[in-house]
């Protein structure tokens, strides 16, 4: 099957489960637990614990946002054919978040504020018992300064999350971001 | 208007007005003086590399649909329909053998010419009424390539795109001719700054001495070999016609060793030294200078670097091309690119694309800590004091104007134009000097362009001064668009 992930540049290693069947209902314990496990993501985010986020990633992990654009009705894509914002692997990723952790990644000091808004979470299953998909919405607000406006990033998500000895862990990630022009001056953020 | 005698002279001199950076006057004058006459790039060829192929890109406010016809010929026309203005085009980017006005219908084919005219006879009695024939989109003023990379200039009369681009197309070529077939661009990757276009565009001529400090945090999680702060003042910075750069300093080797100690396997080196001159070549092998970063006046910029893309040693080159497009001033939206060999190995451009994502573009670590720094300067500069504040851009020479170190002679650097090692401000220097001499030099009025009209009478006479000759098609089928606007004139 044709996804954002097999068709990104950089996707290969990633794994190629999907979701079947519908929804699971909402008291599902495996909704639950993924629902959970989203929800105490986004408060990591917020809080820029980069290190303690990694740790909730697979090593074979693929992190993806398509660039979007905008196409004409029946063009039959709409995301720049072979750019990404992000097309991450464990190692990419692990490099992003040492710099943050560095005393001198200036673009976080002083830090932003963020909140990522967490909703429309729904969850299915895989061919697997141990790995499920979990779509949500999600929309950071992030301000830095005083008196500069703050900015917007609303994406939708699809998630592969990995039940691990460790607990449950993201093996891949597809944002879909709302924006074809971002507006927020560089992405030194996680959605 | 406020004279701006002073504020160019002083920029001449090295010392820089604080608010040139955000100045809504100065910003009016530079839409109309460099916006209005300079070659702005566009897109390249391979971004469009089939009949019917079209992106949709800006210059200024204008929107142009820039594609490739059924005839394979590159066309930028002004994305504005002839009858009442409505967009032709509302997709960024797509592959359309024809585009339909969606108010009230009119077609054109991806020429520019008019097919479809709803009711023609009716509405107008044919072509008694409204000459539908020979009528097309308003096509770019001026427009022309090099290596691929498409411009357009809003003055019919423009000089030449060589002659504008001038000895800068030397350095142009080792981003954008490593092989026959040239690169292929993806993206871009568009985002918004609040930050005046200039800033970005003087950085990447030529600043060297924010590397050491705003990249810091790069190099400390040992993505990037070089930027120690004493290497960067080892390479170079040159200017040479339209645009300049930087430059690192090789370790000692041959040509080959040299391109392979940034990444390149063999099998580009050899096409790189059948694509590149003897000079070009020079300019590594011997003076063993690599090119980095630059910018082509006034608002294209490139970027060759070399992370690591893996945990391991090696490194791996990327190219990026981008453009500081004016939204205002002090709002700039960054089109980014990432570029690659088009004869590269599958392998290569895949880590090459990894490599450029994780340096440059919306999410780059490099650009992270750039953006940041000229937002903050761009905000600083709006106010009363900044008006006070002349900055010194004076780095490199000494006050009676002498070199701190002395250009480097022919033997030292085989590149055209002027090349100095040490830090220095020189490049900066040259593009705000381009920048006053377009400020400085009013443009000729425009011409304007009738759609179908009747002859202009008298009453119409004392405009129609370099108007379209009165009811003739504004456009014979001629071989390039610049001449077409020329044959309206
Ligand atoms: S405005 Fe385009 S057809 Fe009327
Ligand atoms: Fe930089």
Sequence with gaps: METHSTRSVLGAHASRLQRVGATLPFDDERHLAAHRWLVDEAWLLDAQAYSDWLALLTEDIHYVMPVRVTTALGAGFDTSPGMAHFDEDWYSLSRRVARFLTEHAWTEDPPSRLRHHLSNVRTFATEDPDHLIVDSATLLFRNRGDVHEGSLVSAGREDLLRRTPEGWKLARRTIMVDDSVMRMQNLAIFL | MTDQTGVLADVRRGMIPAHIYNDRELFELERERIFGRAWIFVAHESEIAKPGDYVVRRVLEDSFIVARDEKGEI?????MCLHRGMQVCRAEIGNASHFRCPYHGWSYRNDGRIVGLPFHQDAYG???????????LLPAPNLATYNGLIFISMDPDAEPLEDFLGDFRFYLDYYTKQSPSGIELRGPQRWRVKANWKIGAENFAGDMYHTPQTHTSVVEIGL????KAEKR???????????GGTTYKLPEGDLDERLRYVGYPQEMVDRMKHSLSEDQLKVVGDDGFMISAASAFPNLSFVHNWPRVAESDDVLPFISIRQWQPVSENETEVLSWFAVDAEAPEEFKALSYKAYLMCFGSTGMFEQDDVENWVSLTNTAAGSMARRLLLNSRMGILEDGTEVVPALTPEQFHGPGVAHTGYGEYNQRELLNRWADHLERPVSTVSTVEVGGPAAGPAAAGTAAGAAPA???PNAVAPTAADQVRAQA
Excluded: L
Aim: net charge positive; hydrophobic share 25%.
């Design chain 2, 126 to 136: 044919g072509e008694a009424g409204f000459k539908r024939k020979g009528q097309r």
């Design chain 2, 224 to 227: 990037f070999r070089e930027p």
């Design chain 2, 233 to 243: 003042k080892d390479g170079c910075t040159y200017w040479a016609g339209a645009g």
């Design chain 2, 75 to 79: 066309r930028a026309h002004f994305n």
């Design chain 2, 471 to 473: 009811g003739a098609p």
